[in-house]
């Protein structure tokens, strides 16, 4: 089967897909009756059910497993952040538009689009043609606005509505643009991402985890962008949902305890250098790939790893997905590494999910803007000897059915074996679902008691023993022991509902400290 067919092949699989999706409601064009808006769409039932399903997962996966802090954020979002982190000035695509009809399209996908159909469907394209077609393709993002517009102009490229003449390339900056109250005199945006939020609190979830890293915060929320042509269905839209992690890590111990669990995994990798020599992806055991310096570090490897395992669980076929690294021409001045998660579908490779160390210019940038140090501090005992205290996995939160109750585990340091115990009981709190925060910032057993009320936390668990624990119910402060298997059941239950504070204070046996 030659290049033409095979992109036959794909379309008309892309199109019996899109009609199945379209006539069982998974998802409807939006204002439909009124002939809609170009990308934008609604979810139906059974999309509402798959994006429901997804979004759990991916807390399970994430937010749970790595006792990720989540926040929720607005998505109006004040100028003077965006133009702090860069978006007013760079967030823009370059558009051209039909001098005739004055319908605008987006000028690098016009280029690539031309030099992917020469590719796939002209039989008579040399060799000296060929390659130069493939190395447009790898230099689209490099292209100056004049490069770009010489390159359309050389190759006869037009509007493809029409036919007409294109005007030169100019830039076009795609967030949604707002004013803030009913002056008119405040300028906001809405926001082009999540994490832009998780930056600017960066202060006050360093505090809420104790003045220690590494932590990780996450928020699931509504992007919008003002794309130029939306196109592709799904994949190219004007507002989406977005899944963001910022992992916040010592810059001098980029190491990461739990990258054993996802060390041996392999999957298909694509280097840079790779790409650069016209190689074709392999696959790659991720601990090979961070010994030998292809991944910057243990912490990016091991997000690299889980993100692996939370797509193929969802059901991604592992031979359709690939893990492809930016190119020097792609990467931020200020970024150390960055790869991108891509998965074949009818419209070739497409980004699903984008992986970055992106040092700290955010916090910096922020730090500069609003005079407000976004700062971690390392305390050493002494000058040349320090303590490194490892942290378990920090745990969300949870509650009773939206009452923000939560689960804390404090720890008791005193011994150091009570650590074992306090990670099985983390693990099987997981396991079950249950969300929970590990205190070991060395204050009074009951400060740490005090914190957890104020949270509403209804149950706290201290780790006192190598067999049973000591658990203290909120609202009659009594405390019971209770055997180190059966703490997960035991608090499964009783945020489920199905029992008590009052039944297990008379099930187990009570415990004055």
Known sequence: ???????????????????????????????????????????????????????????????????MLEVDCPCVTPEVVLKASGHVEKFTDLMVKDEKTGTCYRADHLLKDYCK?????????????????????????????????????????????????????????????????????????MRPETAQGIFVNFKDLY???????????????????????????LLRVREFTLAEIEHFVDPEDKSHPKFSEVSKLEFLMFPREDQVSGKQARRIVIEEAVSQGIVNNETLGYFIGRV??????????????????????????????CWDAEIECSYGWIECVGIADRSAFDLRAHTDKSGIPLVAHEK?????????????????????????????????????????????????????????????TGTSIGKRYARTDELGVPLAITVDSTTSVTVRERDSKQQIRVNVDEVASLVKSVTDGVSTGADILWKYPTHSS
Request: glycine share 6%; with cysteine; proline share 5%.
């Open 380 to 440: 050493y005992a002494e000058p040349k000897e320090v303590e490194k205290l490892v942290i378990a996995p920090v745990k969300k939160e949870l509650g009773l059915a939206f009452k923000g109750n939560q689960k804390m585990v404090v720890e008791a340091l005193e011994n150091q074996q009570y650590e074992e115990v306090a990670k099985k009981i983390a693990k099987s709190l997981t396991a079950v679902g249950i969300s929970y925060k590990i205190d070991i």
């Open 308 to 337: 692996y395992l939370f797509l193929t669980q969802l059901g991604i076929d592992k031979d359709r997905l690939r893990f492809r690294q930016h190119l020097a021409n792609e990467m931020a001045h200020y970024a150390a590494d």
């Open 1 to 67: 089967m030659d290049a033409a067919q095979e992109a036959q092949k794909r379309e008309a699989f892309r199109q019996a897909v899109v009609n199945t999706l379209e006539r069982r409601l998974f998802y409807i064009p939006s204002f439909k009756i009124y002939r809609g808006v170009a990308g934008l769409y609604d979810y139906g039932p059974p999309g509402c059910a798959v994006k429901a399903n997804v979004l759990a997962f991916w807390r399970q996966h994430f937010v749970l497993e790595e006792n």
């Open 117 to 189: 159909e020469k590719l796939e469907k002209d039989a008579n394209l040399s060799a000296e043609k060929t390659a130069e077609l493939k190395h447009v393709l790898a230099m689209l993002d490099d292209f100056s606005p004049e490069e770009l517009g010489a390159k359309i102009k050389g190759y006869g490229i037009t509007a493809p509505d029409t036919k007409n003449a294109l005007s030169d390339p100019y830039p076009f900056n795609l967030m949604f643009q707002t004013s803030i109250g009913p002056s008119g005199l405040s300028h906001g945006y």
């Open 207 to 233: 505090y809420y985890n104790g003045n220690k890293l590494p932590f990780a915060a996450a928020q699931i929320g509504q992007a919008f962008r003002n794309e130029i042509s939306p196109r592709q269905g």
